[in-house]
C-alpha cells in the first residue's frame, strides 16, 4: 500500500509535488482557507497554485448556479477561495486520474498500489513489458519492484513455481497473452528508504548527540585540520618510486576528472 499522509495536520506550505498527491479537493480547500491570512502564501500565491495542480485540475469558474451544476456533474468540487484581502474567486477542483501509463510520474508513482498499478497496465498493454519505453519503466521501476517471466499457459500456474511464490510474497500480478505463451508481470512497491543522519564529529545525533539548536553545542573545525593517514604530497624520492606506485605519482595528460581519482588513490595508499 502506498505510503498515506495525516491530512489533518498537512497545510498549504508543507504539501510538495509528492504529498499533494495524498489529499483529496475538500483537503484542499480546508487547507487554503486555513492560510487565507498568511501573507507568505499570499505573497507566493502562484507557487502554491502550481504545487496543487501537479495532481489536481483547477478552473476558474463563474458563481452561476447552472456553471457550478455543469462542473460537479463531471466530478468536480466547487468552493470559493480567497485570493487576496478583498478578493474571493470560485474554484473548481479536481484529481488528476492515472488511467494511462503517461499518467504516471515520479511524484506520483509511489502514491499508488501495486493493485492501481495493475490496472494502468492491463489498461495499456498489448506488447507486454517490453512495449514500454525506457523512460516510463525508469518511472515504475523507482517506485515497485518488477519482475516478469514468459512460459507456455498450461506452466506458467506451476505448483512450487515462480508464479506461486511471488504472489505468496505479497506481488500483485498482470499476465498477458502472447499466443499460447503467458507473459507474467509481477510488481510490490518498494520499501521507503530510509534517509541517512548527519553525523557530527563522528557521532549520530540518534545516538543522544545534542543538535545545533543547543547553546553549548559545537561542531569542530576540522577542515583544514589533517587526517592521520594523510599523505603528504612533494616530491618523489627516487628509492620510494616502485612498480605498485609509480602509475599513482605521474599525470599522462589525463582529464581533471581522471586527476582527481587518481590523487585519491595516491592518498589512500
Do not use: C
Not at 491570512?37 to 495542480?53: F, G, Q
Not at 447552472?66 to 484581502?85: F, L, P, S
Not at 489498461?123 to 517490453?130: K, L, P, S
Amino acid at each position: 500500500m502506498a505510503k498515506k499522509y495525516d491530512n489533518a495536520v498537512m497545510s498549504i506550505k508543507t504539501l510538495t509535488k509528492s504529498t499533494v498527491w495524498d489529499v483529496q479537493e475538500n483537503d484542499i480547500f480546508r487547507m487554503w482557507e486555513g492560510a487565507e491570512k498568511d501573507a507568505e502564501v499570499r505573497e507566493s500565491l502562484r507557487h502554491y497554485v502550481d504545487i496543487i495542480r501537479v495532481a489536481f485540475m483547477i478552473e476558474e469558474i463563474s458563481d452561476q448556479k447552472i456553471v457550478i451544476d455543469k462542473y460537479e456533474k463531471q466530478g468536480y468540487k466547487v468552493a470559493q477561495v480567497k485570493i487576496d484581502e478583498n478578493k474571493k474567486v470560485t474554484w473548481a477542483l479536481k484529481k488528476r486520474p492515472i488511467m494511462r501509463v503517461t499518467d504516471l510520474t515520479y511524484e506520483n508513482i509511489r502514491h499508488i498500489s501495486a493493485a492501481k498499478l495493475i490496472e494502468v497496465l492491463n489498461r495499456n498493454f498489448g506488447g507486454g513489458w517490453d512495449s514500454l519505453s525506457q523512460s516510463i519503466k525508469d518511472i515504475i521501476e523507482s517506485g515497485f519492484d518488477i519482475s516478469t517471466t514468459t512460459l507456455p499457459a498450461d506452466r506458467l500456474h506451476k505448483k512450487g513455481g515462480m508464479y506461486e511464490k511471488k504472489v505468496a510474497d505479497g506481488f500483485e500480478v498482470l499476465e498477458v497473452p502472447k499466443g499460447t505463451w503467458v507473459e507474467a508481470i509481477f510488481a510490490k512497491l518498494k520499501p521507503e528508504a530510509e534517509k541517512p543522519r548527519m553525523v557530527f564529529g563522528g557521532n549520530s545525533l540518534d545516538d543522544g548527540e545534542r543538535d545545533e539548536d543547543d547553546e553549548d553545542f559545537e561542531v569542530e573545525d576540522d577542515y583544514n585540520k589533517p587526517d592521520e593517514d594523510d599523505v603528504e604530497i612533494g616530491e618523489p624520492d627516487d628509492d620510494e618510486i616502485t612498480e605498485d606506485n609509480y602509475s599513482t605519482m605521474m599525470d599522462l595528460g589525463s582529464d581533471p576528472d581522471e586527476e582527481v581519482e587518481g590523487l585519491a588513490v595516491y592518498s589512500e595508499d
